[in-house]
């Protein structure tokens, strides 16, 4: 019995100076009707493959996911990592798959949507994580650099989605929620080949939702700031000039904090549920205020 319901219960005895028991059965069956109520998850039924699941905000994605009802393919390039992430879903009663890809090349592309087809029936939800960065200028990036950039960060999901529009059209619909940047809506020093293939992933959001309407599928883009990852907790550490870094950068952030994984995967959440039904080709930023100047 909860606390409530014992409150209650013990409300009604001292009232009326006998059991209450039929009233208390009452009581009680309206308590666990509001409780499953509640329980009820923005995402469930849903089946969603994320890609670049097994770290940072892939990791955080996958994980408020599950919590929110669905059945998650979590895909990377580790195997050990991304096992790690389905052994964690696994623990709140939701089915995961761990699933190898690299989402630069088609047949693997391929084989993680027909994966994910196969362990749960169907797939409906994709989002485009994985990526990629460099500290670049045009004339001082190696050519094959800019070719992995751009073959990570635009290619990738090129090639995602159109895996799992096929499947879509059998399911009646589905979503996309794509991971973009900040650097996809504005540009900054050193960043050449990211902003290109950020700003690629802008565009390609808005093409997609435009050609895929009508088929009910909704596509959009999340485009952070900088997100407190292991990584950028790497790149902004405990030494004078790391936290001299960290300093100037949160700075120019109005709200005056880095994003953090959770946040994104908060977003990626509405975005893959009923709850944004008529929101499609949107570029959200989630900066923190950053562009709003």
């Keep these: 019995m909860t606390l409530l319901a014992g409150l209650s219960a013990g409300v009604l005895e001292s009232r009326t100076g006998r059991d209450s028991g039929p009233m208390r059965s009452v009581l009680l069956d309206a308590l666990l009707d509001v409780r499953k109520r509640r329980i009820v998850t923005r995402l469930a039924g849903k089946v969603a493959l994320i890609t670049g699941g097994g770290t940072g905000i892939g990791r955080a994605i996958a994980v408020a996911f599950a919590r929110e009802g669905a059945s998650v393919a979590i895909a990377g390039r580790r195997l050990e990592k991304v096992k790690d992430v389905a052994a964690e879903i696994d623990k709140q009663g939701i089915r995961a798959l761990p699933l190898v890809c690299d989402v630069t090349r088609a047949k693997e592309a391929d084989h993680a949507v027909a994966e994910t087809v ?86 390609l959001t808005k093409a997609m939702a435009l050609d895929h309407a009508h088929e009910n599928v909704r ?38 904090r880095f994003g953090k994984p959770a946040d994104v995967a908060e977003l990626a959440v509405y975005l893959a549920s009923e709850e944004s039904s008529w929101l499609t080709g949107a570029a959200i930023p989630l900066d923190g205020g950053l562009t709003a100047f």
């Design 118 to 203: 196969r362990k749960f029936g169907k797939v409906n939800v994709l989002v485009n994580n994985a990526g990629t960065l460099s500290v670049s200028t045009v004339d001082t990036i190696s050519e094959e650099d800019w070719d992995r950039v751009i073959t990570v960060n635009l290619k990738g999901p090129f090639l995602m989605s159109r895996a799992a529009l096929r499947e879509f059209r059998k399911a009646g619909g589905g979503t996309i929620v794509n991971i973009g940047s900040v650097l996809g809506l504005v540009a900054m020093k050193d960043r050449a080949a990211y902003c290109a293939s950020k700003g690629g992933v802008t565009l």
């Design 219 to 256: 596509v959009n883009c999340v485009c952070p700031s900088i997100v407190e990852t292991e990584l950028v907790k790497g790149l902004f550490n405990d030494s004078e000039q790391g936290r001299r870094l960290r300093q100037s950068r949160e700075g120019i952030i109005p709200l005056g």
